[in-house]
C-alpha cells in the first residue's frame, strides 16, 4: 500500500495528474484497494484507478479457456505460454487439484476470507492446465490491451476539473 501512495505522490510531484495501476497478478487487490482508498482522502496525489491486467480481456477471449482458475491454471499458462514460452515445463503441464471447501457458504464469490494457501493450492498451482496454449494467451493479452488502451485514451482526453472524474 504505501508503495503505491508513494509512487503516486512522486508522479504528482513530477506533473502526473492521473494514474492506472495495472495489476498483472491476481492477488493484492484487497491492498491496491485499500490503497487507493487512501489515496482518495489525500489532496497531493493525482486521481488513481487500478485495473486487472487479464481481468480487462473481453468475454470472448476468456470463453477461450476451457478450465478458467485462479492460479496456475490455464489462463496463466496461456499466459505464460505467449509472453515466455521458455519458462514453460512441459512435462509439468497437469491438472492440479484444487482444495475442496467444507463449509458450502464460503463459496459464495460475496463472501471473503484468508486462505491456507497450502490447502487452498495443494500443489502451488490449481486447476487443469492441459489446454493452455500460446494462442489462448495472445488472445487474452490482446483483449487486455486493447481495453486498457481505451480507458487510456478516455482517461487522458477527459477535461480535468474539481469534479474530475465525474461531469
Not at 482444495?99 to 476470507?113: I, S, Y
Request: proline share 6%; with cysteine; glycine share 8%.
Amino acid at each position: 500500500m504505501q508503495m503505491l501512495i508513494d509512487i503516486a505522490r512522486q508522479g504528482f510531484a513530477d506533473g502526473i495528474r492521473r494514474l492506472v495501476i495495472v495489476n498483472g497478478h491476481g492477488g493484492n487487490t484487497q491492498a491496491i484497494g485499500a490503497a487507493l482508498r487512501e489515496l482518495s482522502a489525500m489532496d497531493d496525489v493525482p486521481f488513481a484507478c487500478a485495473v486487472s491486467a487479464t481481468g480487462m480481456a473481453d468475454e470472448s477471449a476468456r470463453k477461450l479457456l476451457v478450465h478458467p482458475s485462479e492460479h496456475g491454471g490455464e489462463q496463466e499458462v496461456a499466459l505464460v505460454m505467449h509472453l515466455r514460452p521458455d519458462l514453460v515445463r512441459p512435462d509439468k503441464v497437469a491438472d492440479n487439484p484444487f482444495g475442496q471447501l467444507a463449509v458450502e457458504a464460503l463459496k459464495d464469490p460475496r463472501v471473503t476470507f484468508v486462505r491456507p494457501w497450502h490447502l487452498a493450492c495443494p500443489a502451488s498451482a490449481a486447476g487443469d492446465q492441459r489446454q493452455a496454449t500460446a494462442a489462448k494467451g495472445e488472445a487474452l493479452v490482446a483483449s487486455a490491451a486493447r481495453a486498457i488502451g481505451r480507458l487510456l485514451v478516455e482517461l487522458s482526453q477527459a477535461p480535468a476539473g474539481a469534479a474530475f472524474p465525474y461531469a
